[in-house]
């Protein structure tokens, strides 16, 4: 599977950006996509992640509510919906594949297989 997420860039807070991650390879091996986010000297976390046949979605409590996951299996695409952006959503988005993850597992990046180039979001005050 590879994987390749667009649609970063520079936002000012409060504003919105979708991020796309479109999927190529053996995609109907995905059990669950998710999105994971790196600051600057930060560890790497977990932000939402979709059931890839079922739409079933999962969120950090930390975006829960402003970001909104979805798929498109038509197009083999996740995307990411970022609204009411904040300084603190700075980091470089990387969107990932866990062919046999289980739901406990979902919000380890440990659990992803597969793993985009990343894309950088940055959120000015």
């Known amino acids: 599977v590879q994987l390749q997420a667009s649609g970063g860039g520079l936002v000012q807070a409060g504003g919105s950006l979708r991020l796309s991650c479109l999927a190529s390879?053996?995609?109907?091996?995905?059990?669950?996509m998710g999105w994971f986010r790196q600051a600057p000297g930060r560890e790497r976390e977990f932000v939402a992640a979709?059931?890839?046949?079922?739409?079933?979605?999962y969120y950090a409590d930390s975006n829960k509510g402003r970001f909104t996951v979805s798929r498109d299996k038509a197009k083999n695409t996740m995307y990411l919906q970022m609204n009411s952006l904040k300084p603190e959503d700075t980091a470089v988005y990387y969107c990932a594949s866990a062919p046999s993850a289980i739901l406990s597992s979902i919000r380890l990046s440990g659990s992803y297989s597969y793993w985009g180039q990343g894309t950088q979001v940055t959120v000015s005050s």
């Open positions: 979709i059931n890839w046949s079922g739409g079933h979605t």
């Open positions: 390879g053996r995609t109907s091996s995905s059990r669950y």
